[in-house]
């Protein structure tokens, strides 16, 4: 089966995208947009986000009795590892594909990287059970990098087969280039995020600490798990070298990127950092910013460090701060690098280049 044209003239039978997940989740946007850009054929079956499995499951039900879909794919979007189980059923029931893109497994965020569930524990057993469950029943499972693909395959003995790399990509009409700020000599570095450990926001203060006496100022916008040990970190350092900004829209989040001159991704050391490519680097370049995140396996399959982005040890503030004052001593270094991962994403990652590639994912397994 060949894609339809960019105008949409030969639509291509449709996936019905299914489950309690939030439409405005950028992986989740990404793709829907994406898809719908193409001209592929799309319908939804979505109950809301907060509804416990017993609510929502009749939910969901009595939606898909009145939408009339006859779409080859049931596909369950990210975090929705719970509301596989009726989606198999379904799509069992009406001889359809079952594909699940879970983004993250539930395990490796509780257990390895927030550590909010011990190990050995019933809960730990749970979500374990829970990614097993979920990746075993779908026809196909995709994860965002090789690298993902390869710890579901290994710790919840998912065959290789059965996974396909679908990078997360971003919204092109939300992240868009923007002429690079002049500063007057001053530098401005910008980090945004969820506090997760695998960010390593403590590692992003040290390394501030250390450029205490630069012309640097750091802007960390967001909440959650690490803030106030981050805040706390920060105490002592100059005023205005650090300024903390409560989570923004994405609409905002655009334009604060345009104002920086340098975005940072993620510095953490657990063992989920080493497995994603978070939203933030392709939105920093997308906008067209100097970036710079952790060297690792997942970063590696993607982007090409010193030519891309610029990467450093995980959680080492040294080399952290070394790279940035790298930077500000060479500016025209520091546009060439924004220019070329800029371009590169742009051209390669925005949502019609993801929606295609999950067409030609689903068509190589005969799934339309």
Known sequence: MTAPSSNGA????????????????????VIRKGWAKCGFASSECRAGTRLKVHLRYPALL????WIHDSSRVVFVPDFRHKDVPLAWAIARCTHRHLVFDPLVSRYETRV????????GSAQERHNRNLDRTSMKLADLVLADTGAHARFYASEFSVPGAKIKVL????????F????????????SVLFYGTYLPLHGVETIVEAAAILRDAPVTFVLVGGGQTLETARSKARGLPGGKITFRAPVSEAELGRLIAHAHIVLGIFGTTPKARLVVPNKVYQA???????????TPAIGEIFKSGVHLDTVPPGDASALAGAIASLMRDPARMRRLADAGGSYVRSEFNSRRIAEKLFAILEEERFL
């Open 167 to 174: 990078p997360v990509g971003f919204d092109e009409d939300k």
């Open 176 to 187: 868009v280039e923007a002429p690079f700020p002049d500063g007057g000599g001053a530098c």
């Open 10 to 29: 030969a639509a291509a039978p449709g996936i019905l995208f299914f489950g309690g997940y939030d439409p405005a989740y950028p992986r989740n946007a």
């Open 62 to 65: 009595w939606r898909y009795v």
């Open 112 to 119: 390895l990287d927030r550590e909010d569930v011990s190990p």
């Open 285 to 295: 370049l997308a906008v067209g910013r100097a970036l710079i995140t952790a060297e």
